[in-house]
């Protein structure tokens, strides 16, 4: 693999969502990243998902989705020979990317500022809750809590007084996008600097980020953004009723809104300013859904299409990840994995794709600790005393099935 990426050591002790998706994102631009857990209790990822038996083989959904292309060892952080093998390692990375509640690692002797002296160029990225400043900086929350907490969960919903959280952890994989953005900027700055830096990434400003346009109208008007569902300012932009199912319809601006109308045969409907639209929103959503109504969605969304209308069925997640637009795109990756669990696992990758570049996965998810001796072996330990380690509990080697490699299938 020879991502842009390619040489940098990415050390990851984050659990859950935001955290390993912010380092999956390294992985799949060529990274080393290598995943610390503890023995005793690994990442929680490990056992949440539907497949039960994958579960119980610590091997959850919730984790394979962003546990490709790392490497995994367990060591104890909470014992000093353990912090004492990351401190190891982490001379030799690049960027530690942590997790835990804010004040956790400085505790165990593991904080910026400590870890700065062992390693000036240290890229340390810090993900938590509300940020590791304020008066909330050591309360804890998770996607669906700081969808709560920001206000989300108030402009979600039909506007009946009933919040409701996103389908996706939105909040989450936004997070780790951000970290992942925040880490690349700081290795360019380091580039020019020669020296590391501490990145401090708060889900709930991440929430503010993807409330940029409400907060902006909230702070300028006072007034608060109101629950919707599937409705919009402008008629010609929401979902309707089609004859068998629901079709969203997007002709935002007035040049679409023109083209809808026009396509529809109601040239009297359209507008030259978008101020009209607003006052006619009544009239033209009852016209539209008169209309819309009368044929399937499949027919309106090629139909819409087609005249540079933009326009979609609501889907179910299968005929989406079937269609010839995601297979052209080869986003989803199959794994190869004949010595593991995941053999023939599919993931989503990268959004995106480089003409100078190679993005994708160097291996499948692993099992807790699959790598430990080989890592701390890289480090100059001895087998005998990683074995020790491994008798005290204090680090942990999974059992491989057998000999075989691993990779990814095109």
């Not at 009239?283 to 326009?311: D, K, S």
Request: with cysteine; net charge neutral.
């Amino acid at each position: 693999m020879s991502g842009p990426f390619s040489g940098l050591r990415v050390v990851d002790t984050t659990h859950v969502l935001a955290g390993p998706f912010a380092s999956y994102q390294m992985a799949l631009l060529g990274a080393e990243v290598i995943k610390v857990e503890s023995p005793q209790d690994p990442d929680q990822a490990r056992f949440q998902g539907s497949d039960r038996d994958m579960v119980k083989a610590a091997m959850g959904t919730a984790f394979l989705s962003q546990g490709a292309g790392k490497k995994a060892i367990a060591l104890d952080l909470k014992t000093g020979a353990g912090r004492d093998a990351l401190c190891r390692l982490l001379a030799t990375a690049d960027v530690f990317v942590e997790n835990y509640r804010p004040g956790a690692f400085e505790a165990l002797g593991l904080g910026h500022e400590a870890l700065a002296r062992l390693n000036p160029k240290l890229i340390y990225c810090s993900i938590s809750a509300f940020g590791a400043s304020g008066p909330r900086r050591e309360q804890t929350g998770y996607d669906n809590v700081i969808q709560a907490f920001s206000g989300i969960m108030d402009l979600t919903g039909h506007g009946d007084d009933r919040p409701l959280k996103s389908g996706a952890p939105a909040v989450d994989y936004a997070t780790g996008m951000t970290a992942a953005f925040a880490i690349s900027a700081a290795l360019v700055h380091r580039n020019q600097t020669g020296r590391g830096q501490h990145i401090d990434v708060s889900m709930l400003e991440v929430a503010m980020t993807l409330l940029t346009s409400h907060a902006t109208d909230y702070m300028w008007s006072g007034k608060h953004p109101k629950a919707k569902g599937n409705q919009y300012a402008f008629a010609t932009l929401g979902m309707y009723r089609a004859s068998d199912a629901d079709l969203m319809i997007a002709a935002s601006n007035l040049r679409q809104q023109k083209r809808l109308w026009i396509a529809l045969g109601r040239e009297d409907l359209v507008k030259k300013t978008n101020l009209e639209r607003l006052d006619d929103f009544t009239r033209e959503q009852t016209v539209l859904a008169g209309m819309i109504n009368t044929m399937p969605a499949a027919f309106w969304e090629t139909f819409l299409n087609e005249r540079r209308i933009p326009a979609a069925r609501v889907r179910r997640m299968g005929e989406a990840m079937a269609d010839p637009q995601m297979q052209a795109r080869e986003q989803v990756k199959q794994l190869e994995d004949p010595a593991g669990h995941v053999d023939g696992l599919r993931v989503v990758t990268s959004a995106f794709r480089l003409s100078g570049a190679e993005t994708g996965l160097s291996c499948a998810p692993q099992a807790v600790g699959a790598q430990t001796y080989e890592v701390l072996q890289g480090l100059g330990m001895t087998t005998a005393e990683i074995d020790a380690l491994c008798a005290a509990g204090i680090a942990k080697q999974a059992a491989p099935a057998n000999d075989a490699a691993s990779g990814v299938a095109p």
